[in-house]
């Protein structure tokens, strides 16, 4: 098994993306501390026998970050292994000029703001073990520009920032740090943008649906599995020399954003 013993937090695990991450790394061996700010779903995942853990947490409150690492910690009894900032929306979509600012801070908070949270708490932990990993959730739009979706392009581009940056920091300590970028990750998240690009753009939602699949290689949506997978491998011991990279799982993208945007097409990123 890839992880086996590690001690995962995981944040934003309730469905989609972070719960096959989650899943995953239980699987593979981990001892997984997860939350979610939607109470029914992290009932669902605090299964202690498949070595989950959950807990009910808003990522974007300071208060409540730091309970929620107060008890990961007591029930990894102090050691923590792996922290992978999942958690995130996916903003407004609309031209600049129509967003408010509570929309705009409020995509920034989720995505940006509570990751600096997380970290701020498991790098002592991991400084005082010399070893660690940190892996926080980007994506492709945080590699391109994603004309409609301008709070979350910017938001991914400051991930990926952030994961470089720390890399270099952390990396004397024996931390590692590194970003997965998603593509189009099939799934309940992905229908709500397909919905709110084609009302934004006039469009019928299949042409947008189309449009995503169209313009990456493999002519596909990306499986959360297909993230989680990647995620676990990143993590593990066989990626031990990996940090500071930008990892894209995506089937490869060919066309950026700007061009679909000026063809009055779909956007394709999340």
Known sequence: MLCEEKNVIVTGAGRGIGRAIAEIFAREGARVFVCDIDPDLVREMDREEKGIRAMTADV????EVEEFFDAALAHFGGRLDVLVNN???????????????EEWMDTFEVN??????????????????????????????????YPLRTPYAGAKWAIIGITKSL?????????????????????????????????????????????????VSMRTFIDAEDIGESAVFLCSDRAARV????VSVDGHNET??????????????I
């Open 60 to 63: 974007g409150s300071e208060r």
């Open 87 to 101: 958690a995130g929306v996916g903003g407004p979509t609309g031209a600049i000029e129509s967003m408010s600012l």
């Open 112 to 145: 940006v703001h509570s990751a600096f949270l997380c970290m701020r708490r498991a790098v002592p932990v991991m400084k005082q073990a010399g070893t660690g990993c940190i892996l926080n959730i980007s994506s492709t739009a945080g590699l391109m520009g």
């Open 167 to 215: 890399a270099m920091e952390l990396g004397p300590a024996g931390i590692r740090v590194n970003a997965i970028c998603p593509g189009s990750v099939d799934g309940p998240r992905m229908n709500q943008v397909i919905v709110k690009e084609a009302a934004a753009l006039g469009v019928d939602e299949s042409e947008v649906r189309k449009g995503y699949v169209r313009q």
């Open 243 to 246: 940090s500071g990279q930008a």
């Open 256 to 269: 950026l954003a700007s061009v679909a945007f000026e063809s009055a097409g779909p956007l394709g990123r």
